[in-house]
T-cell receptor, first 116, second 114 residues
Framework: GAGVSQSPSNKVTEKGKDVELRCDPISGHTALYWYRQSLGQGLEFLIY????????KSGLPSDRFSAERTGGSVSTLTIQRTQQEDSAVYLCASSLSVLAGGYEQYFGPGTRLTVT | KNQVEQSPQSLIILEGKNCTLQ??????????LRWYKQDTGRGPVSLTI?????NTKSNGRYTATLDADTKQSSLHITASQLSDSASYICVVTILTGGGNKLTFGTGTQLKVEL
């Protein structure tokens, strides 16, 4: 079956503009995660949607970052007033269960964001 | 200081040789530890996942070990192939009051050459 898909694959934007990144998780996966991977850095947790519960937003770096998950499926990560330090690869993952520790996370290919 | 430290940061080996990557962690309480392989421009792909009670887990030419007492894990790659060239990431899951959280290491960049 289809894996996790993300769009766009690449996004170049000017500083100060808003961007939206999309993630389509694997059908039936109740948990969805967003991560950021900056050049030379490890994966940084951003936000975690756990079924119908309130999302864990503890990793969002600033209030310019927000995410929503509509209908328990597709998720959109929005970055407002982008800054150059927002340039990174944004990865989305999904898993079968809201129990992040027990179930495998499947990653999408990522969206490479470049802020000029 | 990162709570999940990996070493070496990068490694170059010849095709056919074996290698071992290290992961030391300080996070607790521990739930499980995973190793991921991430090819350039791609998302991470899971290699192994081990719980507290498991000491070793194999996946083809990849064998992971875990010592929960010393909080160390290793990933051993046997008979390396050119396609093994990638970043290998160690991920530790901890238990929190709000659920489980994943902490990622910065990875080891492996290059396999002819």
């Amino acid at each position: 079956g289809a894996g996790v898909s993300q769009s766009p694959s690449n996004k170049v934007t000017e500083k100060g503009k808003d961007v939206e990144l999309r993630c389509d998780p694997i059908s039936g996966h109740t948990a969805l995660y967003w991560y950021r991977q900056s050049l030379g850095q490890g994966l940084e947790f951003l936000i975690y949607f756990q079924g119908n519960s309130a999302p864990d937003k503890s990793g969002l770096p600033s209030d310019r970052f927000s995410a929503e998950r509509t209908g328990g499926s597709v998720s959109t990560l929005t970055i407002q007033r982008t800054q150059q330090e927002d340039s990174a690869v944004y990865l989305c993952a999904s898993s079968l269960s809201v129990l992040a520790g027990g179930y495998e996370q499947y990653f999408g290919p990522g969206t490479r964001l470049t802020v000029t | 200081k990162n709570q999940v430290e990996q070493s070496p940061q990068s490694l170059i080996i010849l095709e056919g040789k074996n290698c071992t990557l290290q992961c030391n962690y300080t996070v607790s309480p521990f739930s499980n530890l995973r190793w991921y392989k991430q090819d350039t421009g791609r998302g991470p792909v899971s290699l192994t996942i081990m719980t507290f009670s498991e000491n070793t887990k194999s996946n083809g030419r990849y064998t992971a070990t875990l010592d929960a007492d010393t909080k160390q894990s290793s990933l051993h790659i046997t008979a390396s192939q050119l396609s093994d060239s990638a970043s290998y990431i160690c991920v530790v899951t901890i238990l929190t009051g709000g659920g489980n959280k994943l902490t990622f290491g910065t990875g080891t960049q492996l290059k396999v050459e002819l």
